[in-house]
């Protein structure tokens, strides 16, 4: 029976150690409550280290028993990995860089290596414990890696990663040195989710412009893969911080607290301690509020609640430090003998208190310089049983995409933040409710729980239609039983491509002649009488002639526009207007003018616009301009727009490589055919290919052939390897 497998840098497990003792405490966090309905059940199993250096054997024998029974399996790191590893590449180099706080990161190669060996280390968890059938689920920027890693030795597993906090730019993304091992290692898995979609819109750019993989509606092929990209906001257990804000326990704490505060407004504000939150921005905001607004002196204060995080880093105790000196200056400026402009509390709190504070604040400012989500704004929201305060938040924040009935600001805009905070004070009531009452619903409805469902779900649709697209690799016995065939038939017709199929694409089309491995290969495949071979090709007749006219081979050019068999002279399929080109051709013309390195070629029965020399990125963008205005001027023209290898191509409709191919199978006794294209328009003669065909895509497109080769040698190498006699 098959499992799923979470894979975290931390298990949802708290484990400290008193003396000889060790101690457990389930985690209460999001995601923990959202995936326990998946790996508490069954023979599921969540895999992390459990946030604590171990040593002795005996101990990690005594954790890891304790854990496989609540599904959880430990991997351990020693001390070097905790800080190359964890504090170092996790946190000095990943967490900035995705974050654009680039002044901070950290470029050292020990470092990527220690992350790369214990990202080995938990892929060989995974592996170890893993079925080919099961389901894998990777989470967040420590484990970018670990799909590659595990896709490596079980490559037919169902494999999804989740990044929980932003991907950045493609500009900010490309200063890593080992940005493409990055994207390679996150490419293993078969469903890539972001919280939103600019998100995911940042990383198929990076794949595009840094891995050079183009993708299209969210969709990249990797080595015949089809991989999804999509944009997944994660939600909160709506009903947990609903009930948990109706608690006793929650009422008798706003009791105590609102009467230590006094009747003054409260305005919350609740992070963990890291550069990212924006918190000086936010003191420096609050205190430009009270200099512009005297008459809120001692009518509101700021309850500022700073999670402990890091401090004996060098830069988190910088910031610590900041924060104490902000929060004491504006307090010894603004304070009074009763009234204390901020109530700061460096600590964490249980759920009871939390729900106290989101209960009686006024206002929520929730203003990270840049987030990945950010529940806290959630949380806030769910708590407000009455549907009485005030969201603000920042839209550098993930959850500013839905939460858009909030007050959305620019944490770097202290000015806007500060008469906004005005603002959400003096908001109506009846306003304040009609805001919440949106926002709610929409939490409500998109909880963690949905979350879990919907990415799950997806990650099933693209595994059935990796299935379903599923072209074999030629392999020993795919190669096995090709021979045979060819060698018991006495009259085969071997249908086969030229560009990306028998010689590989360079930046300059016209300089792809072949080469003298080629020559030699075609001499030997012609020699045989019982070979008929078929060079069908999108090139113009001329080229082809000059190319390939002297070998005793049948040519097609343009895709089927035009023929020449053996020996004979070249005869057109058919007299076709060509009137369309003068619109079509000034329209492609006005791009080459926008697009340096692009150019037209004009054949008889079509017009290709070369990309190849493009800009990478503007070359895709033109392309997609094209087709799009292309279709539309085509519509009444019978004209087919087409997309190939750095290619956008319009020709007649007549005209397709599976009407030519097809006049070959008519005209020709065959019984062996063997057909190897590349590209899209290749497509059409593997349709036409008669059930017993041996079909070969070149490349990792999903395709309508049975087998894929990756390059045009492994087609050479093949062709070679079937002529040759045993």
């Not at 989740?162 to 890593?176: C, D, G, K, T």
């Not at 993989?213 to 092929?221: C, F, M, T």
């Amino acid at each position: 029976m098959s499992k799923t497998l979470i894979i975290s840098n931390r298990l949802p497990v708290s484990i400290k150690k008193e003396g000889d003792k060790l101690t457990f405490t389930p985690s209460t966090g999001g995601l923990a409550t959202g995936l326990g309905s998946i790996y508490k059940t069954g023979s599921n199993l969540w895999i992390g280290w459990p946030g604590l250096y171990i040593n002795k054997k005996e101990e990690k024998e005594s954790i890891t028993n304790s854990l496989q029974e609540e599904n959880m399996l430990p991997v351990f790191l020693t001390e070097k990995e905790i800080k190359e590893f964890y504090e170092g590449f996790s946190n000095e180099t990943l967490w900035p860089a995705f974050h654009y706080f680039n002044q901070y990161v950290v470029y050292e190669q020990a470092l990527w290596e220690a992350y790369v060996r214990v990202n080995q280390k938990f892929a060989n968890e995974v592996i170890k414990a893993a079925e080919p059938s099961d389901t894998v689920w990777v989470h967040d920027y420590q484990l970018l890696l670990l799909p590659q890693m595990v896709r490596e030795k079980l490559p037919d597993i169902s494999i999804g990663f989740f990044q929980h906090i932003p991907f950045p730019s493609y500009e900010a993304f490309r200063q890593l040195p080992w940005r493409r091992e990055l994207l390679y290692g996150m490419l293993g898995a078969d469903l890539l989710g972001f919280h939103t979609y600019d998100d995911m819109r940042h990383f198929l750019s990076a794949v595009n412009r840094l891995a050079g993989i183009s993708y299209s509606q969210g969709e990249v092929i990797v080595d015949s893969r089809p991989v999804m990209v999509d944009a997944f906001p994660m939600g909160i257990d709506y009903d947990r911080y609903a009930d948990a804000a109706a608690l006793p326990e929650t009422l008798e704490r706003e009791k105590r607290y609102r009467s230590a505060l006094g009747e003054q407004k409260l305005i919350l504000s609740m992070d963990r301690l890291d550069y990212s939150k924006g918190i000086p921005q936010r003191l420096a905001a609050f205190e430009l509020f009270l200099e512009r607004h005297p008459e809120f002196k001692g009518e509101v204060s700021l309850l500022l609640i700073v999670v402990p995080s890091r401090d004996n880093v060098g830069m988190y105790k910088e910031l610590k430090e900041t924060i104490d000196e902000m929060v004491g200056r504006i307090n010894g400026k603004y304070g009074r003998m009763n009234w204390m402009p901020i109530h700061y509390f460096y600590r964490s709190y249980p759920l009871e208190a939390l729900s106290a504070f989101y209960r009686m604040a006024n206002v929520a400012l929730v203003t990270p310089m840049r987030d990945g989500m950010n529940l806290v704004c959630k949380e806030f929201i769910a708590s407000k049983l009455d549907q009485k305060g005030v969201l603000i938040l920042s839209e550098m924040a993930g959850s500013a995409k839905e939460l858009s009935d909030a007050i959305l600001i620019n944490p770097n805009n202290i000015n806007q933040v500060a008469e906004v905070i005005h603002q959400a004070l003096v908001m109506p009531i009846d306003e304040q409710i009609k805001r919440n009452s949106v926002m709610q619903k929409s939490l409500k409805r998109y909880s963690i729980h949905h979350w879990v469902d919907i990415f799950m779900s997806q990650l099933a649709v693209i595994k059935e239609k990796q299935k379903a697209l599923f072209t074999k690799k030629v392999d020993a016995a795919t190669m096995k039983n090709l021979k045979a065939a060819y060698q018991s038939a006495s009259h085969r017709l071997i249908f086969l491509d030229y560009d990306g199929t028998l010689m590989p694409f360079t930046d300059n089309p016209m300089l792809v002649c072949p080469d003298e491995t080629l020559i030699a290969l075609l001499k030997d495949l012609t020699a045989n009488k019982k070979n008929k071979v078929v060079i069908i090709s999108g090139r113009g007749k001329n080229v082809l002639e000059e190319w390939l006219g002297a070998f005793p081979v049948d040519l097609v050019a343009e895709h089927g526009g035009c023929y020449k068999e053996k020996g004979k002279d070249w005869e057109m399929v058919k007299k076709l207007k060509d009137d369309w080109k003068k619109d079509i051709g000034g329209w492609l013309k006005l791009y080459v003018d926008r697009t340096p390195g692009s150019f037209v070629e004009n054949k008889e029965y079509s017009l290709v616009w070369h990309y190849r020399k493009v800009e990478t990125g503007l070359g895709e963008l033109r392309a997609r301009e094209i087709i799009s205005h292309l279709k539309h001027l085509s519509a009444n023209e019978n004209l087919q727009v087409v997309e190939g290898n750095m290619i956008v191509e319009v020709k007649r409709t007549e005209i397709n490589k599976g009407r030519a191919a097809s006049k070959w199978l008519k005209k020709n006794a065959h019984d062996f055919v063997l057909s190897i294209g590349d590209d899209f328009t290749d497509e059409d003669m593997f349709k036409m290919m008669p059930e017993t065909a041996f079909t070969i895509k070149v490349g990792s497109a999903a395709s309508e052939a049975k087998y894929s080769v990756k390059s045009p040698e492994e087609v050479r190498k093949m062709l070679r390897e079937l002529i040759t006699e045993n």
